[in-house]
């Protein structure tokens, strides 16, 4: 637990906040409720054994923290992750309700994460096990099987969890096989492949769905992926 100040905050929770949540107790040295919610939410903080921060901030003495929540009433609870408010309550709340305010925050690892953890496919397929649609052990292993080219297998296992980038990336990778070296940034083949497909998007849906994949294995943060995407658009519409 820390105590924050006006000159701290920024520092203390802002950027602490990008590495592990911080919940900020917003409190007066005056104020009853407070101190019955202090010792509450440091007990609950301490429990998570380094997984959530607690920072303090009296606010008669840090007025520029409270103008920043615009505080009416204490105590105030926040919680930060990444530098931007998350969750939050007003009042002292009972430990049961503090505890899940907190858990929400950084769930306890389970065993299904300490086998995701390992990474090998054997521990991947415990985790599945445990938990059948665990988001980082279906990715894990669907990566996996498509580097061998079990492409079916790989493609059935995303399916069991909603699309996000990284399995529409990995996705991307089982159907294109062999061809998804071509998406080395090293390689310039890939322009070459790009430009053949662009070619036929319009009317071929076999060479439209080549193409994005082709761009989803480039990434966002590949320059030629944003080219590329205007150029789709283009020929589409």
């Known amino acids: 637990m820390t105590d ?3 000159a701290t905050f920024e520092q203390d929770v802002l950027e602490r906040s990008k590495q592990v949540p911080v919940v900020v107790d917003l409190w007066a040295p005056w104020c009853g409720p407070c101190r019955t919610l202090g010792p ?4 609950v903080v301490d429990a998570t054994d380094g997984r959530v921060d607690l920072v303090k901030v009296n606010v008669d003495e840090n007025p520029r923290v409270s103008q920043t929540f ?3 009433s204490i105590p105030a609870v926040y919680a930060i992750k990444d530098g931007k408010v998350v969750d939050g309550f007003i009042g002292a709340l ?4 503090v505890a899940e305010f907190v858990e929400r925050l950084a769930p306890a690892e389970t065993e299904a994460d300490r086998l995701v953890a390992a990474g090998d496919e054997d521990s991947l397929r415990k985790a599945l096990e445990e938990v059948p649609d665990h988001e980082g052990a279906v990715v894990a292993l669907a990566e996996l099987l498509a580097e061998r080219g079990d492409k079916e297998e790989a493609l059935q296992l995303l399916a069991r969890i909603p699309e996000n ?7 991307a990778l089982a159907r294109l096989g062999d061809e998804a070296e071509l998406g080395d940034e090293s390689n310039g083949e890939v322009e070459t492949k790009l430009d053949s497909l662009l070619e036929k998007v319009k009317d071929d849906e076999v060479a439209r769905q080549e ?3 082709l761009l989803e294995v480039l990434g966002p943060d590949d320059p030629r992926t944003a080219h590329y995407r205007k150029a789709l ?3 589409l519409y």
Not at 40 to 43: A, P, Q, V
Not at 165 to 171: L, P
């Open 165 to 171: 980038a990284e399995s529409r990336r990995v996705a």
């Open 4 to 6: 924050v100040t006006d």
């Open 70 to 72: 615009q505080v009416q």
């Open 211 to 213: 193409f994005v994949d």
């Open 40 to 43: 509450i939410i440091e007990k």
């Open 233 to 235: 658009t283009a020929k």
């Open 94 to 97: 009972p430990e049961k309700s």
